[in-house]
C-alpha cells in the first residue's frame, strides 16, 4: 500500500513519530562519512544512522566491539557536515555507556556536542533502562536497539536470528514498551521473527525500524556498504542488494591499472 508522503524539509524526531501515525513508512541507512552520507542525504533518506558498524565496515574489524567513542565522533562530525536533510542517529560505542548512568551520559554528551549529531542509539533492554533515563532527562534523544545486538556477540556466540523462544520474545516486547514508557523516539528491531517484529510495531507508539525483522514494522534500516553491493562475503537473507559496486569498481580499477601500465592513460587530452 502506498501512502502520500509528506514533504519535510528536515526531519526530526517527532517527524519519524508523524511518519507512524500517518502510515508513512521510514526510510534509514548508515553512512560514516561526508561523500557517502551527502549522496544519502540528497537522495532523499529519512533518517541517517552513524553505526558503530564503522567499526566492520571502515575498519574491517570482526566486530564491532573495538572502535571507540572518538572514532564514532570523527564518522559522527563527517556526516553531519554533509546532511542538509536527514536525521541523524549516532551509535553510543560498547563501553562508555554500560557500567553507569553517569559515563552513559558523559558518553551521548560528547557526541552531541562534538558532532552536531541529533540523537544517540543504544543496544539494549531493561539491564540499561537507567542509562537511558539518564541521558533523555538531559533533553538529548534516545533510540532504542533490541534482539540481535551485535555488541553482546560474545554473550550470543552466533548471528544468528534472535527471539525465536517464548522467554526472549516476551523479554523483548516488554523492553520494548518500557523503551516506549520512558521516553526513546524509536527503536531498532534487528535479526528477529517478522510476527513479533509486527507485534512490538503494533504494541507501541514509537517507530519500530527493522532491520531482518520483515514487513510488519514501521521503517527499514540497511548497512548502506551492503545495500550498494561494496562488501560481498556478507549475504543474510534480509538483505536486498541495489547495485553490485564491489564488481563495478574492481572492474574499474582493473581498467585503470591497464591503462596506466600501457600508457594508455594519460593521454594528450588528459594532460597540461
Ligand atoms: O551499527 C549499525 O549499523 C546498526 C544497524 C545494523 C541497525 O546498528
Do not use: W
Request: aromatic residues 6%; charged residues 25%; glycine residues 8%.
Amino acid at each position: 500500500m502506498s501512502v502520500a508522503k509528506k514533504d519535510y524539509k528536515r526531519i526530526t524526531t517527532k517527524s519519524l513519530i508523524e511518519m507512524k501515525s500517518n502510515g508513512e513508512k521510514i526510510s534509514m541507512l548508515t553512512a560514516y562519512d561526508y561523500t557517502m552520507a551527502k549522496i544519502v542525504d540528497s537522495a532523499g533518506i529519512d533518517a541517517i544512522l552513524v553505526g558503530d558498524s564503522a567499526s566492520n565496515v571502515m575498519a574491517g574489524h570482526e566486530t564491532t566491539l573495538p572502535i571507540t567513542l572518538d572514532q564514532m565522533i570523527y564518522h559522527a562530525s563527517s556526516v553531519v557536515r554533509a546532511v542538509d536533510r536527514a536525521l541523524v542517529i549516532v551509535d553510543l560505542p560498547f563501553g562508555t555507556y554500560q557500567s553507569d548512568p553517569k559515563e552513559a551520559l558523559r558518553s551521548s554528551i560528547r557526541i552531541m556536542k562534538e558532532s552536531g549529531a541529533h540523537a544517540v542509539k543504544l543496544e539494549g533492554g531493561s539491564e540499561i533502562k537507567d542509562s537511558i533515563k539518564r541521558i533523555l532527562n538531559a533533553g538529548i534523544p534516545v533510540m532504542g536497539h533490541l534482539g540481535l545486538t551485535p555488541q553482546s556477540i560474545y554473550k550470543f556466540g552466533t548471528y544468528t536470528v534472535r527471539a525465536k523462544e517464548e522467554a526472549e520474545a516476551e523479554k523483548l516486547l516488554e523492553d520494548a514498551k518500557m523503551l516506549e514508557k520512558i521516553g526513546c523516539f524509536a527503536v531498532v528491531l534487528e535479526k528477529i521473527p517478522s510476527a513479533l517484529a509486527k507485534k512490538v510495531a503494533e504494541s507501541i507508539s514509537i517507530p519500530v525500524i527493522g532491520i531482518g525483522a520483515g514487513s510488519g514494522v514501521d521503517g527499514q534500516v540497511l548497512v548502506l556498504h551492503d545495500m550498494i553491493g561494496m562488501t560481498h562475503e556478507f549475504s543474510p537473507r534480509f538483505l536486498r542488494r541495489y547495485m553490485n559496486l564491489y564488481d563495478d569498481m574492481s572492474k574499474a580499477i582493473g581498467n585503470y591499472v591497464s591503462d596506466v601500465k600501457s600508457q594508455d592513460f594519460p593521454n594528450a587530452n588528459e594532460q597540461y
